[in-house]
């Protein structure tokens, strides 16, 4: 039986298939949906972590154990987890371990185009990668049996438009996969520098291995079309390639992006005139072609930036410029993300601006405070790096400077990376205030459950992460809950923290907007007493707009939050219940 799935449905599917035992996550767009997937079988334990190295360690110990493992995560939560992988590459495995890893070329959800494959040559280990979802289901369940038979953690490497497009998928059984016998073996898992320099000989044996295995592996793809241009490529560009090119071309789909085979290549080139390597992102395997004496062209004719498209490599391969297009007599105006109507994050960021503090923000929801009409938010960097960063900019230019600055962070990425970087203000003397905007959800990945909810993947109940509790045990003692929507308390609130010589910290809670469990009701409208001040429109609500010098509000949008109604001074703005 064949389904449609996309592609990270299809790696969940895999990991079925293979007999996997334990799936553990932190949610990132593109590759949240393998997850959110895989806790619908009932056969897998599946779990979100804090954060990505958690998640790794959590497989990790899994696969010691002698079960199949997977820790999946988006291209930056590779970052956070790279200290268990270099260590993981030298111990190895009991039970088959794959670490998912989603990159995300164009920066659609993202704040950098890293190149996962890199951290496969650092760490020395096996990564694979797949064009389509068919592909990634097979991959996975391959991934499994590799990392197996070479005592080796491997990466499947996704991308975006893998993850999140759509192809046939051949449905199969899952295999009874026993546990692997545990044996007690610290020369191999305790990774003392005694053991770690045995280990590193291994790993190095491990890799001649691996390099003669993908010279004649199936995963690698030669298409010959009796042409006298080549292209090598691999994962979602050999499918813009081939879009592109059709039968015109040779090609060399590379399904093993690490390590990548040298012979197989040199002989694929022999007689060819012209030879393009088609990859996003970094010139990996240009490099690596180059290197070993490969004349290829690459990344002289296609772009390091963003994705590429059927059209971009039609030009650069066969010179065919893309056909005419229709153009508008008048630009298309942008549509830039904004916090939803009703975001509990928008009374904060009004506040913050109407008192002209710097903001040092961090990743989620709240990013978008840095955005017109808001505009708030002086900084991000990465998940939990506001404290840090507010701390060190506090540090440098005194408590006068203190006074006009707080960090805003999310209650998941406090939880995620945030926790110590508020254990660093109290211990180093810091006295930096910040504000944990708890939406009581992981809001901008699809609404998953973590720590501070209360419930696990599968809506079970669970202890729930008290944030009062665990800041007054870390040193805290000025802590306030404030309701973002109460406007005038928070402003007062937070006039009062941002004073004080000792660490704040202010909690401002509001459920996200968009959560089953909140009901707005009605819609505001505006009254015959509007004075066309504005203000409102200086919320940034997607519902409140100025047309023809009128303010209108949006009923379809509005969600009868009331926010809104607290701005305006001169109560023009009324809810009208439906």
């Known amino acids: 039986m064949k389904k449609l ?131 990634a289901k097979a991959f996975t369940k391959k991934a499994f049996e590799l990392s197996e038979k070479y005592d080796v953690p491997v990466i499947l490497r996704l991308s975006t438009r893998v993850s999140h497009s759509q192809s046939l998928v051949e449905i199969e059984e899952r295999e009874n996969i026993e546990l692997k016998p545990y044996i007690k073996d610290s020369s191999k898992y305790v990774m003392m520098p005694g053991n770690a320099i045995k280990r590193h000989k291994i790993v190095e044996e491990r890799e001649k291995a691996l390099k003669e295995y993908v010279e004649s592996t199936e995963l690698n793809v030669i298409e010959c079309n009796n042409s006298k241009i080549g292209v090598i490529t691999s994962g979602i560009s050999y499918l813009y390639a081939h879009e592109a090119l059709g039968n015109q ?32 992102l970094d010139p990996f395997i240009e490099e690596h072609c180059k290197m070993n004496g490969i004349d290829v062209i690459g990344k002289d004719v296609f772009t390091l930036l963003y994705e590429y498209t059927p059209q971009m490599i039609k030009k650069a391969v066969l010179g065919i410029e893309p056909p005419s297009h229709f153009e508008l007599d008048e630009a298309i105006p942008n549509r830039p993300p904004v916090m939803c109507a009703g975001c509990p994050h928008r009374g904060t960021f009004y506040v913050l601006k109407k008192l002209g503090l710097t903001v040092s923000g961090d990743i989620g929801c709240y990013t978008l405070g840095a955005t017109r009409p808001i505009e708030a938010v ?156 504005k203000k409102c429109l200086g919320l940034g609500c997607p519902a409140i707009s100025n047309k023809n010098g009128l303010i209108v509000i949006d009923k379809n949008q509005c969600n009868g939050c009331s926010l809104c109604l607290n701005v305006c001074p001169f109560k023009a703005i009324s809810k009208v219940e439906e």
């Open 5 to 135: 799935m996309l592609g990270n449905e299809a790696v969940a599917r895999g990991c079925f298939e293979a007999g996997v035992r334990l799936v553990s996550s932190y949610p990132g767009t593109p590759s949240t949906e393998i997850t959110e997937t895989i806790v619908k079988y009932d056969d897998i334990y599946c779990e979100w972590a804090p954060n990505e190295k958690v998640a790794a360690e959590t497989a990790i110990g899994a696969s010691i154990a002698g079960a199949r493992s997977m820790a999946c995560m988006k291209h930056v939560g590779l970052n956070v987890m790279a200290d268990p992988l270099f260590t993981v590459s030298y111990t190895g495995v009991n039970g088959g371990l794959v670490f998912a890893v989603a990159d995300d070329p164009g920066m659609h959800s993202s704040q950098n185009e890293q190149d996962s494959r890199h951290y496969a040559k650092a760490a020395k280990i096996l990564m694979l990668e797949p064009s389509d979802s068919m592909e």
């Open 249 to 280: 071309v040779n090609y060399f789909k590379l399904g093993v992006a690490y390590p990548l085979p040298i012979e197989s290549i040199r002989n694929f080139t022999k007689g060819l005139e012209k030879v393009f390597v088609i990859e996003e």
């Open 378 to 533: 002086d900084t991000v960097i990465c998940m939990g790096a506001s404290i840090g960063a507010a701390h060190g900019m506090a540090k440098v230019r005194g408590s006068e400077f203190n006074e006009k600055l707080v960090a805003v962070i999310g209650d998941s990425t406090f939880v995620h990376s945030g926790i110590t970087g508020l254990i660093d203000v109290v211990y180093n003397k810091g006295i930096t205030t910040v504000i944990i905007l708890d939406n009581s959800i992981t809001g901008m990945t699809g609404h998953q459950d973590n720590p501070t909810t209360g419930y696990t993947i599968r809506k079970e109940e669970t202890k729930q992460l008290n944030l009062i509790t665990l800041a007054k045990s870390i040193g805290i003692e000025n802590i306030s809950v404030v309701d973002p929507f109460d406007l005038i308390n928070l402003e007062k609130v937070i006039k009062e923290e941002v004073k004080k010589c000792e660490p704040s910290l202010i909690i401002a809670s509001r459920p996200c907007a968009l959560l089953k469990t909140v009901k707005y009701t009605g819609h505001a409208v505006i009254t015959d007493k509007c004075k066309k001040c």
